[in-house]
């Protein structure tokens, strides 16, 4: 399965709210998006609050919209949806929004199979305010008050637990300095709603402590919690974590005041890939992330200074699980400083293969691994923050983009694998074989040279331009319908993503 990536909080009356879903037909390549409208949203383009189901055709680039009315809504008071962050892999094809005005917060749950709207709580937020809904677990997660956390079963409504620290879903994301909640052993199960103890400063400890009696636990879909075992004591940045990658595979990461060690333990040995001592005036790094079969451990590493992050000197290291060796090193040319979210890795289709990298200069084309590659995402109809799921393997797609629709006498052009798409400097590439197919040319390769043809003019291409994905040659549009004799026209949708553009060519 794809990663998707939802970015909470606050949306202003203007803004939508995403969510994102995968089509079961597997006869198709399309996308969908979820998407709960404002009534003034630019794209909306209805005047009525709504749900939004848009259907992206990958053989067209094309899209639909269906449009589901939220008629309940008063659109004379102010309001706004706020978006959930909790993990929505089990029914992505339901979504799941806060809606809110004045007082009163209502969280709604869309079948968009059924294309029905629920209600599933109206409440007043002077009784509580809605935390978080998380479908996963099948819990939503009401803030009290100080230290007062009430846990509702997502399917019943109903009172499941009562906590006294703030429950957190436990995922896979990582951030900078430290291991994010990833302390347990055995670790949690993706998704697992849980506590931590509550911790209190301690003067005569000069220090942070656990309250007495509290320990970390885990919180089960019917209400019932279960202990959890942890190498973290009395809230320590300390911690051993071992985490299992496959049955002959351990990845074993520890860290004793400011040194850090990630090691490997293969078939019962242990190798070290990476260690630093971060009290020194210079060192390296690194955050450790894994594939979703464990072939592979992946190291976002930076590099410090005289105690200064050095700006621009960032790079991955590839180790294969069944060797512990480092089997490739990509540098990463970032400007600035780097967020969490910029060097978290995306895994192809739930394999072991990346496809995409925020610290890849966000929009760096660059190759990962033996096969893939990650242009900037521009041409998404919706709008780029979202990370869709897809019904297709992404195996045979060298870019996450949706395709951009292309046509010529009324005919758009067919994609059976990768279609047009824009280069991070924002050329626009285009499948050679399939734009002289719409055309009705012809196209020849004689010893590596290729020459298209279209009526009476001819074309060569130039190889320092091509792009070869899979046995497939890409090129810039533009060049071969210049060459050609043709032109290229834009077109734009008020309903799609500003970045959304249609071409079509003319004679």
Not at 61 to 82: A, C, H, M, R
Not at 355 to 375: E, W
């Amino acid at each position: 399965m794809v990663l998707l990536l939802l970015f909470s909080g606050v949306m202003t009356p203007w803004d939508s709210v995403y969510g994102s879903a995968v089509h079961s037909n597997a006869e198709t390549k399309d996308k969908i998006n979820l998407q709960w409208i404002p009534h003034n949203y630019r794209i909306n383009g209805t005047g009525k609050p709504i749900v939004r189901k848009t259907t992206v055709d990958y053989t067209t680039g094309l899209f639909t919209n269906e449009d589901t009315v939220l008629d309940f809504i008063d659109t004379s008071s102010e309001y706004y949806f706020k978006s959930i962050s909790g993990m929505n892999t089990k029914k992505p094809l339901i979504t799941y929004a806060i809606l809110k005005s004045g007082t009163i917060e209502k969280l709604l749950k869309y079948d968009s199979q059924k294309k029905v709207v629920t209600t599933l709580v109206d409440r007043n937020i002077n009784d509580g305010i809605i935390d978080e809904v998380y479908p996963d677990a099948g819990m939503y997660v009401v803030e009290k008050g100080r230290r007062e956390y009430l846990v509702y079963s997502l399917a019943t409504n109903k009172l499941i637990h009562k906590a006294k620290e703030r429950p957190m879903e436990h995922s896979n994301i990582f951030v900078t300095n430290y291991l994010y909640h990833n302390y347990f052993d055995p670790e949690l199960s993706i998704g697992a709603l849980y506590v931590e103890a509550g911790t209190y400063y301690d003067p005569k400890k000069n220090g942070y402590v656990s309250y007495p009696g509290e320990y970390p636990y885990e919180i089960k879909p019917n209400g019932k919690i279960v202990k959890l075992h942890t190498t973290r004591e009395n809230a320590s940045d300390d911690y051993v974590d071992k985490r299992k990658l496959n049955d002959k595979v351990v990845l074993l990461q520890t860290k004793v005041k400011r040194k850090f060690k990630h090691e490997l333990i293969i078939n019962g040995k242990k190798k070290t890939i990476f260690e630093t001592d971060a009290s020194r005036p210079n060192y390296a790094f690194a955050v450790a992330q894994s594939s979703p079969n464990g072939k592979y451990v992946v190291l976002w590493v930076n590099f410090v200074e005289n105690n200064r992050s050095v700006k621009g000197k960032e790079e991955y290291q590839i180790f294969d699980t069944q060797t512990g060796k480092r089997v490739q090193t990509i540098p990463i040319n970032t400007t600035g400083s780097s967020s969490a979210i910029d060097f978290g890795v995306s895994w192809m289709a739930g394999t072991d293969h990346i496809f995409q990298s925020g610290l890849l200069n966000h929009g760096a084309y660059r190759v990962i691994g033996t096969d893939l590659m990650t242009p900037r995402r521009y041409g998404n109809v919706v709008d780029d923050f979202t990370e869709p799921y897809y019904s297709f393997s992404l195996n045979d797609y060298l870019s996450i983009n949706d395709p951009i629709p292309v046509s010529f006498e009324g005919k758009y052009m067919q994609y059976s694998n990768q279609g047009t798409f824009r280069h991070t400097d924002l050329t626009t590439y285009t499948p050679v074989s399939e734009l002289i197919s719409l055309l009705g040319g012809k196209m020849s390769n004689k010893n590596g040279k290729i020459t298209l043809t279209y009526q009476e003019k001819s074309y060569n291409l130039d190889p320092k331009k091509q792009i070869v994905w899979k046995n497939r040659t890409y090129y810039p549009i533009r060049d071969i319908l210049t060459g050609l004799g043709l032109k290229l026209l834009t077109e734009s949708n008020k309903l799609a993503s500003e970045e959304w553009r249609e071409l079509q060519i003319v004679k």
